[in-house]
């Protein structure tokens, strides 16, 4: 394999990273204050469809970000009220927010755009597109570096820098603001939170709100930057991906990029088996790698690559009467 | 506060759910401008006004009740068995190795060792999270749903790489021999006075239909039944009775594991009569409306299948005559997972209410 065919391999990696990376943290904001949430995939195909469809209609890919967000938001929110109020449980909640996403995406954008459940393609001002980073240009005659500033970390639509820089502001908030404490509290040890005069319910819905934002701001990537436009299960899994990344990087926002990456990586390989094929000299079927992110995941739960803890009372209603 | 006497509690919170999710639905379907009426008398139509939409319904129902069953089974030792779409999957390849490479000489025979051989498979590919979460504590709901991914690239793999005739294109495995085929209901005597033409529903139904019977038995009427039952309402109680943890999570989980395996023989050999991808379509995911509908309970879980099995074939028929798509059941589906299962307190808080105000109203009249 040789340096080009890397930096191919590099840059869709960060690319595929991206949507991870995002649904990632969302769900790492919710599952850090105790509510379980598997239902990430069916928030990013919302916001997929969403913010497709708007961002189509309005020729405003802004726009559209904007509608990809109120509708995760909105999911959240349902998730919120049957886990948070009425004490419902999450994991049940979780998939049936993910049937009715899977179903009701394609029934709006097929009464909208009647192209059999797929948005027309994006193109223009209805898409984000590549920016160039200042240099990159000048400095691509570096040996070694240069193209690696032009190919890889250069070229990329302006979510996928945000998604990097929310892995900082995430830590900062977890680990560095009073509510970020709170919200962690509230993940171990509720009464204890509720017992300082904090409300539970309300820093379990901020929560819940923070995950439906960035489950947004993923859905709207895979829709606007890394493919023009919504078609049917385009999220693909990547919910469930994202959650197995989660827990790979132990509820951990710097980890949560590396394991991203990680799985990031393993779908840009799936989708170029001929560079497996020279590199392993072996011939290994796509199947493999496509399964690979869930094998990880499972060994990693399994306490073979360092022990997952997860959040102490994640999954637990809490009743405040008691 | 009282407490909601018993049958409402198990007849009248499920109607209730059902209601909810049925009003949302026609919301829905108000919403991309068609016509919720339209929808539901083709749906009855097609799936139960005639013995070939029968053939369908119970078709489906038949699958939804190895699934439904298996999710039960799971759910009263306190485990979420979301890996039935997996372990449906397996039980397809187990069904299909035993009926490609074994020379059986009549169908019942073949029924009886494809039966337990989509159930030894079933139970295989649950049984490595069901250890995972004995001895490692890993949570058993991820590890399912990581199964059901790596069951469907083990599947791809198997039916491109491996099982795959030469010169055939699609990823599918040879079809079954003669002798395999299973009687639809239009080939048994006496059914086929009803069932006047071709359906898919099969004699599978009736071992569907046995296991739900089974069921029952191990859960109420044997010492294991006892046991899973007791563990699932609380651990250190049952581990203090001297019951195992492990064993019961691991026989929870083969149990139910066998049971979404056994579906196969319905879909793998009793329809299609080969094995192709993505085989289980959806019908693990569907055990657990089924199972939340039915209340966990092997009779409930035989009514919600046929309630499901109706969804299923009308939601085919909406996609036929109207303009509705056919994801309209996932819709469907997803709401009457989410009312029954997540949103039951909510129900179920709203009934007290009710009935609160009818006593106190019935207590003010006595006084005066």
């Not at chain 2, 000489?105 to 079933?122: N, Q, R, V």
Request: glycine fraction near 10%; proline fraction near 5%.
């Amino acid at each position: 394999m040789d340096y080009a065919t890397l930096l191919q391999i590099l840059d869709s990696t960060i690319r595929l990273a991206t949507p991870l990376l995002f649904a990632c943290l969302a769900g790492l904001y919710s599952e850090r204050a105790g509510i379980f949430d598997i239902g990430l995939e069916g928030k990013m195909l919302m916001a997929a469809m969403s913010s497709a469809s708007v961002a189509f209609l309005t020729g405003s890919v802004w726009a559209g970000l904007m509608a990809g967000i109120l509708a995760s938001m909105l999911m959240a929110g349902i998730h919120g009220i049957a886990s948070i109020t009425f004490r419902g449980n999450q994991l049940i909640s979780g998939v049936a927010l993910n049937f009715v996403a899977s179903g009701i995406t394609v029934l709006v954008a097929q009464r909208l755009f009647g192209q059999g459940g797929r948005t027309p393609p994006l193109e223009g001002e209805a898409r984000f597109h590549p920016i160039t980073l200042p240099f990159a240009e000048e400095l691509q005659s570096v040996p070694i570096l240069g193209p690696l500033y032009h190919e890889v970390i250069s070229g990329h639509s302006l979510l996928v820098y945000v998604a990097v820089l929310t892995v900082p502001l995430t830590w900062w908030i977890l680990f560095r603001t009073r509510f970020g404490l709170r919200l962690r509290a509230v993940g171990e040890n509720p009464a204890a939170v509720d017992t300082a005069g904090i409300s539970v319910k309300g820093l379990r819905f901020a929560a819940v709100a923070i995950t439906g934002i960035l489950c947004g701001l993923a859905g709207a990537y895979m829709a606007t930057a890394l493919q023009a436009g919504f078609g049917r299960e385009m999220t693909a899994g990547r919910g469930y991906i994202a959650l197995a990344a989660l827990i790979f990087a132990k509820w951990r926002p710097v980890a949560a990029l590396w394991a991203c990456l990680l799985f990031g990586f393993f779908q840009a390989l799936a989708l170029r088996p001929d560079v497996v094929e020279a590199v392993v000299q072996v011939k290994i079927p796509v199947p493999f790698l496509d399964a690979l992110p869930y094998v990880l995941t499972v060994l990693v739960l399994a306490g073979f690559v360092g022990k997952a803890i997860p959040p102490r009372a994640g999954g637990e209603p809490y009743v405040k009467e008691r | 506060m009282e407490r909601l006497p018993r049958w409402a509690d198990l007849a009248l919170v499920p109607l209730i759910s059902l209601l909810l999710a049925a009003t949302i639905a026609a919301l829905v379907i108000l919403a991309i401008g068609q016509d919720p009426w339209e929808a539901i008398t083709v749906m009855v139509q097609g799936s139960v006004m005639n013995a070939y939409g029968w053939g369908y319904t119970l078709y489906y129902a038949t699958s939804f009740m190895f699934t439904g069953l298996a999710v039960t089974v799971a759910f009263h030792a306190g485990l979420f068995n979301i890996g039935g779409e997996g372990q449906a999957q397996l039980g397809g390849l187990g069904v299909a190795l035993c009926c490609l490479f074994l020379p059986w000489p009549h169908w019942s025979l073949a029924l009886i060792g494809a039966t337990f051989a989509g159930a030894a498979f079933g139970a295989a590919w649950a049984a490595i999270p069901a250890y995972l979460q004995a001895k490692r504590g890993s949570h058993i709901v991820i590890t399912t749903i990581m199964f059901n991914y790596i069951a469907s690239a083990f599947l791809i793999f198997m039916l491109v790489d491996v099982l795959r005739p030469d010169g055939q294109m699609d990823p599918a495995t040879a079809n079954f021999p003669e002798a395999v085929h299973l009687p639809t209901l239009n080939e048994l005597p006496g059914l086929s006075l009803i069932f006047t033409s071709g359906v898919p529903a099969n004699v599978t139904l009736f071992i569907a239909l046995a296991m739900a019977v089974v069921v029952w038995a191990l859960l109420w009427r044997t010492r294991l039944g006892y046991a899973i039952r007791a563990f699932g309402k609380s651990e250190p109680a049952a581990r203090y009775a001297g019951i195992s943890p492990f064993g019961i999570i691991m026989l929870a989980m083969l149990i139910s594991g066998g049971l979404a395996g056994m579906m196969a023989i319905n879909n793998v050999m009793g329809e299609a009569e080969r094995l192709l991808g993505n085989s289980a379509s959806g019908a693990g995911f569907i055990g657990i409306a089924v199972a939340l509908m039915g209340r966990n309970h092997p009779v409930g879980v035989v009514l919600a299948a046929l309630l499901f099995g109706f969804l299923f074939q009308g939601g085919a028929e909406l996609g036929l005559w109207t303009k509705i798509p056919i994801e309209m059941r996932t819709v469907v589906q997803g709401l009457v997972i989410l009312f029954t299962g997540a949103l039951d307190m909510m129900v179920r808080m709203l009934l007290t209410w009710i009935f609160n105000l009818f006593r106190a109203g019935r207590l003010a009249k006595g006084a005066a």
